[in-house]
């Protein structure tokens, strides 16, 4: 079983915005949506855009390089199916945010 790494801390990330986190080397995109925090690899599979540096519109962040969408809750592609984003688990811990070292399956 992975562990859990703490990234930052509630109140550090605003609701409706993200930011990239290392964990465990991995860069991760952690993002607050109204409260929940959701976490998806960085790396858009297209061009290899930052999605933590992407703008977030409800649970859709559009990768900044060439707009394609994700929905951070699912790691899904909106804009080219064949595409999707590994989802790490998020934890919280009083008012720290962990996320598993490792993706989901």
């Known amino acids: 079983m992975s562990d ?3 990234v ?3 109140g550090e990330i605003a ?3 993200g930011r ?3 964990v465990a080397g991995t860069p991760v995109a952690l993002f607050n949506v109204d409260g929940q925090y ?3 690899h960085n790396s858009c599979p297209h061009e290899d855009g930052p999605l933590g540096d992407g703008s977030l519109c409800g649970a859709v962040v559009t990768c900044p390089i060439h707009a394609y969408e994700f929905d951070v809750t ?3 592609c909106l804009t080219e199916p064949v595409y999707r984003v590994e ?3 998020v934890r919280l811990d009083g ?5 598993r070292e490792t993706a989901e399956a």
């Open 74 to 76: 699912s790691g899904e």
């Open 20 to 22: 990239t986190v290392d």
């Open 8 to 10: 930052a801390r509630r």
């Open 38 to 40: 959701f976490a998806i």
């Open 15 to 17: 609701p409706g915005t």
């Open 95 to 99: 008012d720290d945010i962990l996320v």
């Open 87 to 89: 989802r790490f688990e």
């Open 4 to 6: 859990f790494i703490k």
